[in-house]
């Protein structure tokens, strides 16, 4: 004989709703298990305690530099991404072609540079003296202009290398770039071109190169503009930190 089906009193069968009490139940528990879970993650109060962010990554550096002095800098910066000497985002200004220009363009914001010479930048004075390992070093003290940009400065007289870091950020991310400059040893920065004369003659840069411990290989081109025997490329770029006995490629006017 078929069970007769019970009914509550709106008429819903009671295994139903059996059923959706169970259901209820189960959420219940689930509110209950998460409940419990916020209150261990409590400081007991209720109050919930802040969980600590995430360690960030460590930022990948490369080193750039002149000679044996060198600075790391973000690997993600570009090179001489600038327009008329003014960085438009994070890079490394060497050898800079735009910085002969002149049109007075504001600095974006959130902007960090190095830039690196071979003799003191422009307002370089000396407020500081200390040595980077064994090597003297000068710095001049960061500042901030009106236009809130900061900039600061270390050189290297005995290896003829500057350092100036500048940033639309803040001082102290002046200071934390140029904490960042080694002297390598074992190592070698390609040199400037602009470390030579005027005329920039291939064979005192090639006899500079060698002093470094570096080796010179020579390709000619002829110009209308430029006299003859003038270097107007390296490969790899001025600044590439190279091992001693690496060649570097020089483009020579015939």
Same mark, same amino acid.
Do not use: H, L
């Given at each position: 004989m078929t069970e007769p089906k019970l009914l509550d009193r709106s008429g819903t069968p009671r295994r139903r709703l059996r059923d959706g009490l169970a259901s209820a139940?189960?959420?219940a528990t689930v509110v209950t298990v998460i409940g419990v879970t916020n209150l261990l993650s409590s400081n007991g109060s209720g109050t919930p305690i802040p969980? @600590? =962010?995430?360690v960030p990554e460590p930022v990948a550096l490369r080193m750039v530099g002149y000679g044996h002095a060198a600075i790391a800098v973000?690997?993600?910066w570009g090179r001489n991404i600038?327009?008329?000497g003014v960085p438009r985002r994070d890079t490394v200004l060497i050898d800079d072609p735009s910085a002969a220009g002149d049109c007075d363009l504001p600095r974006p @914001? =959130?902007?960090d540079s190095v830039e690196l010479g071979t003799a003191p930048p422009s307002g370089f004075r000396v407020d500081e003296t200390f040595t980077i390992n064994g090597v003297r070093a000068e710095r001049s003290r960061t500042s901030c202009s009106n236009d809130?940009?900061?900039?600061g400065a270390v050189g290297l007289p005995s290896l003829k290398v500057w350092f100036r870091a500048s940033s639309s950020t803040s001082a102290a991310e002046v200071d934390q770039i140029l904490a960042r400059i080694q002297v390598l040893p074992d190592l070698v920065g390609v040199p400037s071109t602009r470390s030579l004369d005027a005329a920039r003659d291939g064979t005192a840069y090639a006899k500079h190169l060698q002093e470094l411990g570096l080796r010179a290989a020579f390709r000619s081109r002829t110009s209308v503009v430029y006299q003859p025997g003038r270097v107007v490329n390296v490969s790899p770029p001025a600044g590439t930190i190279l091992k001693p006995g690496?060649?570097?490629t020089l483009t020579v006017i015939k």
């Open positions: 139940a189960a959420v969980r @600590p =962010d995430p973000p690997k993600v600038s327009r008329c @914001p =959130d902007v809130d940009v900061c900039w690496e060649t570097v």
